[in-house]
Each structure stands twice: as structure tokens, then as C-alpha cells.
T-cell receptor, first 116, second 113 residues
């Protein structure tokens, strides 16, 4: 499968624990996005990378959240000291973007986080 | 900040009925507009997109959408739905260099056979 992959698919954790999710984008895609989707809502933008540089972060991304893309390939999203309000589906998307028109974002299956 | 509104949260139709899902956005500048679909248990997939040109755009599986700039709308239509169209539909807008998407809240469509 050459699409966007995310691991794990499901994560259950206790409040206060740290969790880390991984996203593997489509190879050669230079942009990688993280979104969060809560029940009954559309995805909300969290942050994005162009290669290894994190270029924008939403105000939704509190200090407990950190994302990296160390070699411009896969990315990790870490949530420290999880809270019940962090329970959501975390989606990753990737695209190949040059200076030209918008190119389609391809979404992964998501990681569903449940904080007890 | 841009925002996207989808007026119908749940729609139930019988097969062969016509479909129109509303989408309005708030942003005064140039926008790119999208409809994504999420079939049960599957990833978000792009259904269709509008960048410029003909405001009536055609997508996959017989869907189309019309961009009406004066109304800030991008409604999705299909003349005759099928049971396999049962899914959640999301309208999205991109209006910045980062190309991040702003999504509406989604419309859950159920088509009865």
C-alpha cells in the first residue's frame, strides 16, 4: 500500500500519560499535515511541515503537543500529560507542493485516541 | 479567519432521489474549494475540487458542485443517489499559502435501498 499510513490505529491511555503517534506520508510528498477530528465535527488543522521544517501551528496545538519530522519523511505527534479532552481521531495527510497551484492532500486512516 | 458551514448534519434519502448538500464559507479573498467523502471504515477521499474557471465542477461517482461566489457557496449535488453513496461528506476551503484545509462539520448521508 503506497498511501499514507498511521500507527497505531487505536490508542487507549490513562489521563496524565504521554502518547506518541507516527505518520508515514506518501513517499516524495514534501508536505505533511496533522489534523484532529472529534466526534461529530470535521477535521481541524493542527500543524504542517514542509520537508523537515514545521511552518505553522494552530492555536489548538497547546504546549503539551509537539510534532516532529526529523528527516523530512515520517512524522511523530506527541501529546504529553494527556487529558480527557484530547480524545479524538488524529489524522495525517500529505501532499507534494511546489510554488504552483494547490495539490491534493491525501489522508491516512487516522489514530483514534481514547483518554480514560 | 475562514470558516465553513454545512447546514445539514444528517440526510436520509431513498435510492434514486436527488441530493444537494449545502456548504457556505466565510472568506473574502480567493479560495480553493473541496468536497471530501468518508465511506464507512475508510479514509477521507477527495470527491471534487474547484480552483478557478468553470464554476460547475464534476467529480467522481457522478457528483458535481457549483461555486457561487456571490453567495459564498459550494453546494454538492447528485441527480440520483445510490445505496453505496452512504457516507459522511465534508466541505473544505483553502485560502492561504500553507494550503491547510478548513473543514465544515460534515453531513452524514444515509441512502435507503
Amino acid at each position: 500500500d503506497t498511501g499514507v499510513s498511521q500507527n497505531p490505529r487505536h490508542k487507549i491511555t490513562k489521563r496524565g500519560q504521554n502518547v506518541t503517534f507516527r505518520c508515514d506520508p506518501i513517499s516524495e510528498h514534501n508536505r505533511l499535515y496533522w489534523y484532529r477530528q472529534t466526534l461529530g465535527q470535521g477535521p481541524e488543522f493542527l500543524t504542517y511541515f514542509q520537508n523537515e521544517a514545521q511552518l505553522e501551528k494552530s492555536r489548538l496545538l497547546s504546549d503539551r503537543f509537539s510534532a516532529e519530522r526529523p528527516k523530512g519523511s515520517f512524522s511523530t505527534l506527541e501529546i504529553q500529560r494527556t487529558e480527557q479532552g484530547d480524545s479524538a481521531m488524529y489524522l495525517c495527510a500529505s501532499s507534494f507542493q511546489t510554488g504552483g497551484p494547490y495539490n491534493e492532500q491525501f489522508f491516512g486512516p487516522g489514530t483514534r485516541l481514547t483518554v480514560l | 479567519a475562514q470558516s465553513v458551514s454545512q447546514h445539514n448534519h444528517h440526510v436520509i434519502l431513498s435510492e434514486a432521489a436527488s441530493l444537494e448538500l449545502g456548504c457556505n464559507y466565510s472568506y473574502g479573498g480567493t479560495v480553493n474549494l473541496f468536497w471530501y467523502v468518508q465511506y464507512p471504515g475508510q479514509h477521507l477521499q477527495l470527491l471534487l475540487k474547484y480552483f478557478s474557471g468553470d464554476p460547475l465542477v464534476k467529480g467522481i461517482k457522478g457528483f458535481e458542485a457549483e461555486f457561487i461566489k456571490s453567495k459564498f457557496s459550494f453546494n454538492l449535488r447528485k441527480p440520483s443517489v445510490q445505496w453505496s453513496d452512504t457516507a459522511e461528506y465534508f466541505c473544505a476551503v483553502n485560502a492561504n499559502a500553507g494550503n491547510m484545509l478548513t473543514f465544515g462539520g460534515g453531513t452524514r448521508l444515509m441512502v435507503k435501498p
